[in-house]
């Protein structure tokens, strides 16, 4: 399958020189086309406020209507409607607020995240889910197993419902559901890991990491000991240094780079 590497949302949260991204990627699979993760959304550029809350204030978003996931596939030349699938790695907002823009298509996220967006038992889990709108959308939930093992990941499931090849894999800690997700691109598999690290220092042990990062990665923690236990297990695969596979997050730059370039974009 082919990978496209997509940034669907440019943050500049407060002393993070590099700033974020909003890392998607687009999946061409025989049957359509299929995304990871979804960005930031049109409607998020006209009701900012009501759908990211207090937390625009800190990741200070550059909106730009260009860069919403509808905009770039239209860009490629594809139609929005051979967007089928949406796997979502978690249900926070700056993941979902493009998936508004495709509202034919499924939504997949493991079953415990379902479970924590519609419960919202948390006060932090109050702030991350948007009440309700879990509801509006065809959701498939999905258990990962222990019988299907993924590169020492111990529960994943492979998303035969989208195409073979996608595999999605528990990794909780940020949220109470959390997942990774991997795409078989042929010659190579890259692995996207959402957010169970912020930025790149914290799995390549190069440092440079921006305090402010640490901190809100810790303030927004379902489980703080399974992010640091994440970091771990994420270094080591990252220290492996396998020519098939591309680990990339969320929200890191430089990941995202050097994924476009890896995949053929200038």
């Not at 991204?21 to 995304?35: I, K, N, P, Q, S």
């Not at 006209?46 to 996931?69: C, I, N, V």
């Not at 921006?210 to 970091?231: F, G, Q």
Request: some cysteine.
């Amino acid at each position: 399958m082919k990978v496209h590497h997509l940034n669907c949302g440019t943050m500049h949260p407060y002393a993070v020189p590099d700033g974020l991204v909003c890392h998607v990627l687009l999946v061409e699979t025989d049957d359509g086309l299929a995304l990871v993760d979804s960005g930031f959304g049109l409607l998020d550029g006209l009701q900012w406020k009501t759908r990211m809350g207090s937390t625009s204030r800190f990741l200070r978003p550059e909106y730009a209507d260009a860069e919403t996931a509808i905009r770039q596939v239209e860009a490629l030349g594809y139609d929005p409607h051979d967007v089928r699938d949406i796997v979502l790695t978690h249900f926070d907002g700056d993941h979902i607020g493009g998936v508004d823009d495709f509202p034919w298509a499924r939504v997949h996220l493991t079953a415990d995240e379902v479970v924590a967006a519609r419960a919202r038992a948390t006060l932090v889990e109050k702030r991350r889910y948007r009440e309700g709108f879990i509801d509006e959308l065809t959701v498939v939930g999905h258990s990962p197993s222990a019988a299907e093992p993924w590169r020492g990941f111990p529960a994943a499931t492979e998303l035969t419902d989208i195409a073979p090849g996608i595999v999605l894999i528990a990794l909780p800690g940020h949220s109470r559901g959390h997942a990774a997700v991997a795409v078989d691109a042929g010659d190579h598999w890259t692995l996207h890991v959402g957010d169970s690290f912020y930025h790149h220092g914290q799995v390549d042990r190069t440092g440079g990491v921006p305090v402010a990062l640490r901190v809100m990665e810790s303030l927004v923690a379902r489980d703080r000991a399974r992010v640091r236990a994440n970091h771990e297990r994420l270094s080591e695969l990252w220290a492996e240094h396998d020519a098939d596979l591309i680990l990339v997050n969320a929200h890191d730059p430089t990941l995202l780079r050097a994924a476009q370039v890896a995949a053929g974009r200038p």
